[in-house]
């Protein structure tokens, strides 16, 4: 089983920065991707950005040049620097993770969520 514990959402002013941090553990022998998703009440999940292999990223439009992903292999945790924030990037956010186990099997999994709110 793996578990995917997230931290440093909260309230923020418009132009201001935030650090959200995901950390995995459990069973894991390979983490293949990691990412940031959000979602907003009453609308589908959507990516922010991804990272694979620690190195290749990914972004939407709406957060490329703000937002920055990058990975520390050796704590399997991933990061999202969230800066220039406006406030429609008011959501929460979910870390998302694609992991290869012990027994060789591939699973995708989720946090549990942080929101941030960033207020005009």
């Known amino acids: 089983q793996v578990q995917l514990v997230e931290s440093g959402g909260g309230l923020v002013q418009a132009g201001g920065s935030l650090r959200l941090s995901c950390a995995a553990s459990g069973s894991i022998r390979r983490i293949n991707v990691m990412g940031w998703y959000r979602q907003a009440p009453g609308k589908q999940r959507e990516l922010v950005a991804t990272i694979t292999d620690g190195v290749i990223t990914n972004y939407a439009d709406s957060v490329k040049g703000r937002f920055t992903i990058s990975t520390d292999n050796a704590k399997n945790t991933v990061y999202l620097q969230m800066n220039s924030l406006k406030p429609e990037d008011t959501d929460v956010y979910y870390c998302?993770?694609?992991?290869?186990?012990?027994?060789?099997?591939?699973?995708?999994?989720w946090g549990q969520g942080t929101q941030v709110t960033v207020s005009s």
């Open positions: 998302n993770a694609h992991i290869t186990n012990w027994s060789y099997s591939g699973y995708a999994y």
